[in-house]
């Protein structure tokens, strides 16, 4: 817990944090990392195999295949998601399959099912990017600030 | 009549004449279904929302509880209920539909509870001949509400717990028409809001411990009465952790209570294969649990005297955003037969 949470807490809610910290079953971190590895690692090996068959069968390259094979991981993860297997596979493999571009499809599509109710509009275009919004803006912003930072050591050693 | 500093004594037996149940698939196959009136087998029990099919669930109940009393809505002076959606709009929509004057309540996870006590209170004095009191609520509106879209691939924590999909509604009478022997409740105590300073909302039975051993705690102090007197001490939806944990802090404050008469409707209710992390939550746990099962088992004779404890956590998403801490509440009821 962070340092600023606890100064807020009286001594007694304190004491009960770790009175009841030895009841709580623990999360099997060591079980989870390893289920996420290998899951993690099954999702990026179809990844890789879907990038060779764009490479052999469509003539992209190398650097090219990336965008059709995440677009095509992120289908696939949004069917799974659609059909009611992609939670359950979450909840066996965590950051196995949250990680991976599949779980991003999997945040866009959930919200998208699940605000469908309240029409197309405001409903799943409101709310489509509910949860893979925060992703976009921070993927977006660290990319610049690194490429702002990449190009200003660039003009300052003579690069460019 | 008051007892002690927050406990009712209900002299006059209100009498728990009839009761509805419905719930959906996941508890279904459960521990208790033969309990249960309604049975649904899909979440959306042809609806078009999850918010409609919580609703109906309520009214399900409200009416299988009427039915079984052979009386109308209009028989019925007062319908008072709540649940966990945004301004508890599935309760409030099926009292328009029941059309009998409506108390909307909320208090979390301690709902059923605290309309029990509420209606027993206003049988026992007069203030009604029949009330009709129940709480529901409906994991797939739950979650959408309160955490992650539904299908979201979220890893959840073992200390996690399941939101219950079902509804439980009890008929509250001073009249109980035939000889039969039927459940009435004695007394109530109703609980302060304690804040321990848990945040995590993916442990919410730790939390909500303290709450449930002060509401306790001060049952037998104000009615003065030991643990013995009760055949079973149930708590609404603590779950495996919080149970654990009440337990232990029961004890710390001098109160041994027996861990085989010390039980949770969360834990009741799913089989241990099913999975539900800590245990089952939601306002329908402990009211399911109770109209269905408990009182059940008190008419067959397994139990002559129970406490119900149900314990609620008053937090919204937004609190949770905003780094705030849990505040708890539990209120409990004496049902004997």
Redesign the interface.
């Known amino acids: 817990m962070a340092d600023s ?1 606890k100064k807020n ?2 001594p ?3 004491q ?2 770790k ?2 910290q030895q ?6 971190v060591l079980k ?1 990392c390893i289920k996420a590895f290998f899951v993690g690692g099954l999702i990026c090996m179809i990844g890789q195999f879907i990038s060779y068959l764009y490479i052999y069968f469509f003539h992209f390259t190398e650097q090219t295949s990336g965008n059709p094979t995440s677009a095509t991981v992120i289908f696939i993860s949004m069917l799974l ?2 059909f ?1 297997i ?6 066996f ?3 196995g ?2 990680v991976p571009v599949s ?1 991003f499809g ?2 866009i ?3 998208a ?3 469908r ?1 309240e029409g197309f509009v405001l409903g799943v275009g409101g709310n489509i990017f ?2 893979a919004g925060s992703v976009i803006l921070f993927g977006v912003f660290s990319a610049f600030v690194v490429a702002l930072i990449k190009t200003i050591f660039l003009m300052m050693t003579g690069g460019l | 009549m008051l007892r002690g500093k927050q406990s009712w004594e209900f002299s006059n037996h209100p009498v728990i004449r009839s009761t509805g149940v419905a719930v959906g698939p996941f508890e279904a196959n459960g521990n208790l279904t033969a309990d249960f009136d309604v049975i649904h087998d899909d979440l959306w029990m042809g609806n ?4 409609q099919a919580h609703r109906m669930l309520l009214e399900e109940a409200a009416q299988t509880a009427l039915k079984k009393s052979n009386l109308k809505p209009e028989d019925t002076q007062f319908f008072i209920a709540g649940d966990l959606i945004n301004q508890i709009t599935p309760t409030s929509f099926a009292a328009r539909d029941l059309q009998i004057p409506y108390f909307g309540l909320f208090g979390a996870c301690s709902t059923s509870m605290e309309g029990l006590a509420l209606a027993s209170f206003m049988v026992n004095y007069g203030g009604a001949n029949n009330v009709l009191t129940g709480a529901s609520s409906h994991n797939a509106a739950v979650e ?1 509400q309160f955490r ?12 996690a717990q399941w939101t219950v999909t079902g509804a439980g509604v009890g008929l509250i009478t001073n009249n109980p028409l035939n000889d039969e022997k039927l459940p009435y409740t004695t007394s109530a105590t109703i609980g302060k809001v304690i ?5 995590d909302p993916f ?1 919410m039975g ?1 939390a909500m ?2 709450a449930a051993a002060d509401t306790i705690l001060a049952h037998f102090n104000d009615l003065q009465k030991d643990p013995s007197y009760y055949d079973l001490i149930v708590t609404g939806d603590l779950g ?2 919080g149970r ?2 009440a337990l ?2 029961l004890k710390e404050k001098g109160l041994s209570l027996d861990s085989n008469k010390f039980k949770d409707c969360g834990l009741l209710l799913y089989k241990e294969n099913q ?1 539900v992390q ?1 245990g089952g939550s939601g306002a329908g746990c402990s009211a399911t649990v109770l109209y269905g099962h408990l009182l059940n088992e008190m008419k067959n004779g397994m139990y002559k005297r129970i406490l119900l404890v149900a314990t609620g956590a008053l937090l919204s998403p937004l609190t949770v955003q905003q ?1 705030e ?1 849990i505040p708890c509440i539990a209120h409990a009821v004496s049902i004997e037969i």
């Open positions: 949470k807490k009286t007694k809610q304190q009960y944090a009175f009841e009841f709580e079953t623990k999360r099997p989870n998601t659609g009611g992609y939670d359950r596979l979450g909840q493999a965590g950051a399959s949250a779980g999997n945040s599509i959930s919200a099912i699940e605000h109710t509910k949860l | 078009t929302s999850y918010e959408k992650y879209p539904t299908e979201y691939g979220g890893q959840k924590p073992p200390t804040d321990m300073g848990l945040a442990n730790g411990a303290p495996k952790i654990e944990t232990a802090l999975p800590s780094n801490t």
